[in-house]
């Protein structure tokens, strides 16, 4: 991952584990852009006006905050539902460039390698110029209003959840009313 960042000649921000990140970066490498050790605020980090893609595992979580902020994604699946994941903002959403990653396997594992070149391949489609990646940012600004409104009074997750709370609430109502007429 780090020599494909490094080749696309994007700026870039990498968060690395605490745990023996400096064994996954070359020499000079944080010259080339920012690498945090640990945690980070992924949220604010990803809603900043100064980012333009975000490479994601295809996690749930990642995958929902990245089309939230409307950014065009580089996926790199590991398991799990993850290719699932990627599938859907690949090829439905059509707001990600897939890196490669075919095989489940942790980074490391036989079959879980990526070459630099392809993680560089991705970046470049995402952070690039052309019709395609200016699409795929439409795209992807797109869908963030799509989730804004979703959430906004009278969207549909805001209803749901409306929902949701009442039928809990009715339930509780009724197992009260139950133990006390008993």
Same mark, same amino acid.
């Given at each position: 991952m780090a020599l494909g960042l490094?080749?696309?000649?994007? %700026?870039?921000?990498?968060v690395l584990p605490r745990v023996n990140? #400096? #064994?996954?970066? %070359? #020499?000079g490498? *944080?010259?080339?852009?920012?690498v945090v050790r640990g945690w980070a605020p992924q949220l604010l980090i990803l809603n900043h006006?100064?980012?333009g893609g975000f490479v994601t595992h295809c996690?749930?979580?990642?995958?929902? *905050?990245? !089309?939230?902020?409307?950014l065009p994604m580089v996926t790199w699946p590991l398991f799990a539902e993850q290719f699932y994941n990627e599938r859907l903002l690949v090829d439905v959403v059509?707001?990600?460039?897939?890196?490669?990653?075919k095989v489940y396997a942790l980074p490391g594992e036989k079959g879980g390698l990526v070459k630099a070149s392809e993680v560089e391949e991705a970046v470049r489609k995402v952070m690039g110029e052309g019709e395609e990646a200016e *699409?795929?940012?439409?795209? $992807?600004?797109e869908m963030a209003r799509k989730a804004r409104r979703a959430v906004e009074d009278g969207g549909s997750s805001y209803e749901d959840a409306r929902n949701l709370i009442r039928e809990l609430l009715e339930?509780? $109502? *009724?197992? !009260?009313t139950g133990e006390e007429g008993e």
């Open positions: 490094e080749a696309s000649g994007f %700026p870039f921000l990498w990140s #400096d #064994d996954w970066v %070359p #020499d490498f *944080e010259e080339k852009g920012m006006e100064a980012v996690g749930w979580n990642s995958v929902t *905050e990245g !089309i939230a902020a409307g059509k707001v990600g460039v897939a890196v490669g990653s *699409e795929r940012r439409r795209r $992807a600004m339930k509780k $109502a *009724e197992k !009260i």
